[in-house]
């Protein structure tokens, strides 16, 4: 056998479902369905991306198949029978997907893995980037905002280029289904998983007092963390992980050694909210003609509003003196010791900031929806549909986000220096 066919028996090997299957067994994830009962419809590896897997929308008609509960009844068990069960993570709000019910034998397993994968999720990006802001060092959160943007911008990218489905269920549990729609390689979770934590520790050394060896073990842990919670899950087969993890280490090689001169750029040049503004909607634009509909276009555009937001947010604190970095003279900064006060700014910083953004996108969503609509003339009756064309959604996401990430770098520190928390 020849090097190019063992290398390509390797990929098929690493793309089997079974094996994501296997590892979930071993994990104590089980399907909960009875003994000879009727498998529900498998999904072929070369499912076309109008049809992508056997728990998609049928078209536009809304039409479900083969997941969620029908009449009390799950994967055959009726639903009363099923008291040892737990049913998927995270409903997709947009297709009404729910996960499939299953059992869980290593429930420390099933938390654990929960955790990792929301480290990749909506919830942390929110929290953990306006706590760096806000609270330990305004530079090292933009420019971490800054390696997330391009990560997650070309890791979605790829998605819709390679085009590769989700791994077939069954063998594979779908513990979530939050992200089904969208394609598999490479995965977007470990590509993060793999980004934030080496950046941190880039960004961070050198900068900042502590043991080299402890931000090389928090970053082993957290990016191992997120890439098995993927395979646990039934999100990614382990060719997925794998590519997504080689994938962001080069694009880390290519753009971190121009992260500071970017920094640099957004904060001092006059025009570069501009240009900022400008070239994000423009990637943003050219992502969605890529494929048809899925949730990665809502996240590729929320991921390009919220970076635009926040370098606007910073170039306009940097040139009215409301957020300025250290004097490279007092580095490296050393960790403060917690007081009672210090503790006391912290935590209401985070209470007072996280009530201004989750305000700041309720408001806005309830704005740009009906307005995108109104423009674009399209019917606001259904919302879940309206959100699915590319106008309606690229305007929601940009906008409603763009204001977030600004309220982070600019709207909230202001607040904080009125309120005296700064």
Request: aromatic share 12%; with cysteine.
């Amino acid at each position: 056998m020849s090097l190019r066919q063992r290398l390509a028996a390797l990929l098929v090997c690493l793309r089997d479902p079974q094996k994501v299957a296997s590892f979930q067994r071993l994990c104590g994830v089980e399907e909960a369905r009875p003994a000879g009962a009727d498998a529900p419809p498998r999904r072929e590896p070369g499912t076309a991306p109008e049809d992508r897997g056997s728990r998609n929308l049928e078209g536009g008609g809304g039409k479900l198949r083969g997941c969620g509960a029908r009449n009390g009844v799950r994967n055959g068990l009726p639903e009363a029978t099923l008291h040892n069960r737990t049913q998927g993570l995270r409903r997709n709000s947009l297709t009404g997907e729910e996960g499939e019910v299953y059992g869980v034998r290593n429930w420390l397993l099933f938390y654990l893995f929960s955790f990792g994968t929301e480290l990749g999720n909506e919830l942390f990006y929110i929290t953990f980037f306006p706590f760096w802001i806000w609270n330990l060092d305004a530079l090292v959160g933009r420019r971490l905002v800054v390696m997330w943007v391009l990560v997650m911008y070309l890791g979605q990218c790829a998605k819709d280029v390679i085009r590769w489905p989700r791994p077939a269920s069954p063998p594979v549990v779908k513990l979530e289904v939050f992200y089904n729609s969208e394609y598999s390689m490479p995965s977007t979770h470990a590509m993060s998983g793999t980004a934030i934590p080496i950046s941190l520790v880039l960004l961070t050394y050198g900068r900042w007092q502590y043991p080299l060896m402890y931000g090389l073990v928090i970053a082993t842990c957290w990016c191992s963390l997120v890439c098995l919670s993927r395979i646990y899950l039934g999100m990614h087969s382990i060719l997925d992980i794998i590519a997504g993890f080689l994938y962001a280490i080069f694009i880390l090689a290519v753009f971190y050694p121009y992260v500071e001169l970017i920094d640099n750029f957004n904060q001092i040049y006059k025009y570069s909210p501009l240009i900022i503004i400008s070239l994000h909607l423009a990637l943003g634009i050219f992502s969605f003609t890529l494929d048809t509909w899925s949730t990665s276009r809502g996240d590729t555009a929320q991921i390009l509003g919220s970076g635009a937001g926040i370098a606007c947010g910073s170039h306009i604190a940097y040139h009215i003196g409301l957020m300025s970095d250290p004097p490279l003279d007092i580095l490296p900064l050393t960790i403060p010791s917690i007081t009672v006060t210090r503790f006391g700014k912290v935590i209401l910083r985070i209470l007072i900031g996280m009530v201004c953004l989750l305000l700041m996108r309720i408001v806005m969503k309830k704005i740009t929806i009906p307005l995108a609509c109104k423009m674009f003339g399209i019917k606001s009756d259904d919302v879940r549909k309206a959100r699915q064309c590319m106008e309606v959604e690229l305007t929601y996401r940009y906008i409603t986000y763009g204001m977030v990430g600004f309220s982070i770098t600019f709207l909230v520190p202001c607040l904080f220096f009125f309120i005296g928390l700064s």
